[in-house]
């Protein structure tokens, strides 16, 4: 069985993104993830791209698109909702079919990061491999252990 997870974000251009694309590749098949923000810039943030493109990951097919995506009826049923930014956490949601698990672990925005190409760069770099981690124990302990991330 798969386990579907929405990862939520205020803007959907970077935490979200990138802890989507981790739960797919490193979820062998066993989960699929998706990727929302309750307001969403419109467009994933070209340092997402790139540090998902250094890390070995396609990245094909990622967009910025709203939570209200998947609050339809015909949207996949979700298994668990994890929110990645402290804003999202504390929004309204809406009722998601099913009533999903929900989770919050929550990182630092590396959009909003200063300075040159390379210091943004590392900042992604380093909450990537936070989220790696975090996706890496997620999946190890499975969904029904979720909250013990």
């Known amino acids: 069985?798969?386990?579907?997870?929405?990862?939520l974000c205020t803007g959907n251009s970077a935490r979200s993104v990138l802890a989507e694309c981790l739960i797919n590749d490193l979820g062998?098949?066993?989960w699929?993830?998706?990727?929302?923000?309750s307001n969403p810039t419109g467009m994933v943030n070209p340092l997402s791209i790139e540090i998902l493109r250094?890390?070995?990951?396609?990245?094909?097919?990622?967009r910025s698109k709203s939570w209200d995506e998947f609050a339809q009826a015909d949207a996949p049923r979700m298994d668990l909702v994890?929110?990645?930014?402290?804003n999202a956490a504390g929004e309204v949601c809406p009722i998601w079919p099913g009533h999903p698990s929900k989770l919050?672990?929550?990182f630092p925005?590396?959009?909003a990061a200063e300075g040159s190409h390379d210091e943004k760069l590392a900042v992604f770099r380093q909450v990537y491999d936070m989220i790696k981690a975090k996706v890496e124990r997620l999946i190890a302990l499975g969904p029904d252990?979720?909250?013990e991330v």
């Not at 994890?82 to 402290?86: L, N």
């Open 145 to 147: 252990r979720a909250a």
């Open 104 to 106: 919050h672990v929550g």
């Open 54 to 62: 250094e890390k070995g990951h396609a990245a094909l097919g990622l």
């Open 1 to 7: 069985m798969t386990t579907n997870v929405l990862v």
């Open 82 to 86: 994890i929110t990645v930014c402290d």
């Open 28 to 30: 062998g098949g066993q």
């Open 109 to 111: 925005d590396p959009a």
């Open 32 to 37: 699929q993830a998706y990727s929302a923000g």
